[in-house]
């Protein structure tokens, strides 16, 4: 994560961006309410996680850097206990089930190459049914950024694009556009902020010591490299083919 990720910098240096970035967190926990454990990836400071936390039953949050995790530990609230791990979605899944997990201001950060190994890594700790939330700034917008908050404009994508990528991993998704702290239904290149709702995840492939270590999953045939699994998860029996 930047550096000017975080909140108290934000609100020093521009208040209102504080207000449409909450906003974002409020439209995730809107569609999540009432998941029992959900995944935030690429927390930063975790200060809006809490409108999250309020409604679902657990948030696990994760980032790359020590720093920002160190800082939510220090200054974390006991009435609002939060579990929050240093993790780099790079190199792999988090251990664990969730039932739905999110990213807000992540992707845009993210080298093209890495993009669909870092969201197939977010989503794989999913059940079956799990819903899977990406939110990031349209490409069109980034021609009225500030320099401060500018990431690659290499990386920004439209709304269509945005579309095509997260249809990689779901097969269904449902794209919202966002101006100011107001979520619709608009016209894409319109948008200053852009927000994929995912769900019905495609079968994707997966090494077989990766599929060992997935709770839930059982490997019932393999050759080099490959896998046929089959989820031992009783809500929902499924099964695929998957290598890496």
Known sequence: ????????????????????????????????????????????????TRIVQQAVKKVTAVDFDPLFVADVKERM???????????????????????AAYALDVL????????????????????PEGIAIFGMPSLESQTHASRRARPDMSICKT?????????????????????????????YPMAH???GVACHRRATMLSVDRARKIRHLLVVW???????????????????ARAC
Request: charged share 25%; net charge negative; glycine share 6%.
């Open 1 to 48: 994560m930047p550096a000017w990720a975080s909140w108290s910098t934000t609100w020093n240096q521009d208040p209102k961006r504080t207000l449409f970035t909450l906003a974002r967190y409020k439209f995730v926990a809107r569609m999540l309410a009432g998941d029992r454990h959900v995944l935030e990836v690429g927390c930063a400071d975790a200060f809006g």
């Open 159 to 187: 709304g269509d694009a945005f579309k095509r990528t997260l249809e990689r991993h779901f097969h269904t998704v449902f794209m919202f556009s966002m101006n100011d702290e107001v979520v619709h239904t608009g016209f």
């Open 222 to 240: 393999h050759n080099p490299g490959r896998a046929l699994w089959m989820t031992l998860d009783p809500r929902m029996y499924h099964r695929g």
């Open 77 to 99: 609230n006991p009435h609002w206990p939060i579990d929050v791990r240093v993790h780099d979605m790079l190199d792999g899944p988090v251990p664990g089930t969730f039932d």
């Open 108 to 127: 845009e950060h993210i080298r093209a190459e890495d993009e669909h190994r870092f969201i197939a890594n977010a989503i794989a700790p999913l059940t």
């Open 193 to 195: 902020y852009l927000l």
